[in-house]
């Protein structure tokens, strides 16, 4: 089956960059996805992208894919105490029917 | 408001019970998920529905059974046969256009 790797924890100072990182093994995916969640709770879409683009930027968020490596990237500006939560990195595979493949999940702590 | 409603939020049982944990939604999706997470492994897929009356099993089926009866609801139970049941449980519905992923506030079910 298909695979979603994603290093477990970053942590980063209030105010720097963050960037999370992610290797998917589906070359057919048509999206890629980013989804956040907050302690307890379930996840929510944080933004996603087309497999022909090569970055997105959305507010603070960047994207950067790069399918030559199966390599997605995601970029928070000014990181702030409330970005702390897990990103998810998420892929859909087809297989006679859409199922999103998730990774690990990254934990980002913020330290003020 | 439009959304996943899943319910109970807590729910505790004895070894060798079933239960049921309930998912239903209002935004006309008709792809619904059940995913299990545990700590630092993801998400993982127990069973999809693409289409009313009927599901798929996922890559952790076992000692789990679904309905889909009618297009808003997809009720997960959890069987004394499934091994480890303690977990958080997420429901999940999908867009049709982009394939993103609308979660419910999540289930956890703690076995005694």
């Known amino acids: 089956g298909e695979d979603v790797e994603q290093s477990l924890f970053l942590s980063v100072r209030e105010g720097d960059s963050s960037v999370i990182n992610c290797t998917y093994t589906?070359?057919?995916?048509?999206?890629l996805y980013w989804y956040k969640q907050e302690p307890g709770a379930g996840l929510q879409l944080l933004t996603y992208i087309f497999s022909n683009m090569d970055m997105k930027q959305d507010q603070r968020l960047t994207v950067l894919l790069n399918k030559k490596d199966k390599h997605l990237s995601l970029r928070i500006a000014d990181t702030q105490t409330g970005d702390s939560a897990i990103y998810f990195c998420?892929?859909?595979?087809?297989?006679?029917?859409?199922?999103?493949?998730f990774g690990a999940g990254t934990r980002l702590f913020v330290k003020a | 408001d439009g959304g996943i409603t899943q319910s109970p939020k807590y729910l505790f049982r004895k070894e060798g019970q079933n239960v049921t944990l309930s998912c239903e939604q209002n935004?006309?999706?008709?792809?619904m998920y059940w995913y299990r997470q545990d700590p630092g492994q993801g998400l993982r897929l127990i069973y999809y529905s693409q289409i009313v009356n009927d599901f798929q099993k996922g890559d952790i089926a076992e000692g789990y059974s679904v309905s889909r009866e009618k297009k808003e609801s997809f009720p997960l139970t959890v069987t004394s046969a499934q091994k480890n049941p303690t977990a958080f449980y997420l429901c999940?519905?999908?867009?049709?256009?982009?394939?993103?992923?609308?979660f419910g506030e999540g289930s956890r079910l703690t076995v005694l």
């Open positions: 999940a519905s999908a867009a049709a256009n982009t394939g993103e992923l609308f």
């Open positions: 589906d070359s057919s995916s048509t999206y």
């Open positions: 998420a892929e859909i595979e087809n297989t006679g029917g859409f199922k999103t493949i």
């Open positions: 935004l006309n999706h008709d792809a």
